[in-house]
Nanobody, 115 residues
Framework: QVQLVESGGGLVQPGGPLRLSCAAS????????MGWYRQAPGKQRELVAR???????NYADSVKGRFTISRDNAKNTVYLQMNSLNPEDTAVYYC?????????WGQGTQVTVSS
């Protein structure tokens, strides 16, 4: 059974940084792609960033240059470093891992950007 536990969300002022972590357990290997989605109130869930086992990354246009995704394969953990946050980044952030044939999701962590 795969489980994902996220941490690091909270309230941050505009322009500030925040780092999210997501630890995976249960037969997750370094070959499994991982990433982050987010969902703001009244909006659809959107892909924020993803990373392959080899370290290749993709980002949503809205976060390019501000967010960095990384992973520690030894710890089965994926990180999302978020800088220059703005109120439009306010959302619940969900991490995922793809282990064929399905995606597994974390419970979500709230990120609120407000002064």
């Amino acid at each position: 059974q795969v489980q994902l536990v996220e941490s690091g969300g909270g309230l941050v002022q505009p322009g500030g940084p925040l780092r999210l972590s997501c630890a995976a357990s249960g037969s997750i290997f370094s070959t499994n792609p991982m990433g982050w989605y987010r969902q703001a109130p009244g909006k659809q869930r959107e892909l924020v960033a993803r990373i392959t086992s080899g370290g290749s990354t993709n980002y949503a246009d809205s976060v390019k240059g501000r967010f960095t995704i990384s992973r520690d394969n030894a710890k089965n953990t994926v990180y999302l470093q978020m800088n220059s946050l703005n109120p439009e980044d306010t959302a619940v952030y969900y991490c995922y891992v793809f282990k064929s044939p399905r995606y597994y999701w974390g419970q979500g962590t709230q990120v609120t950007v407000s002064s």
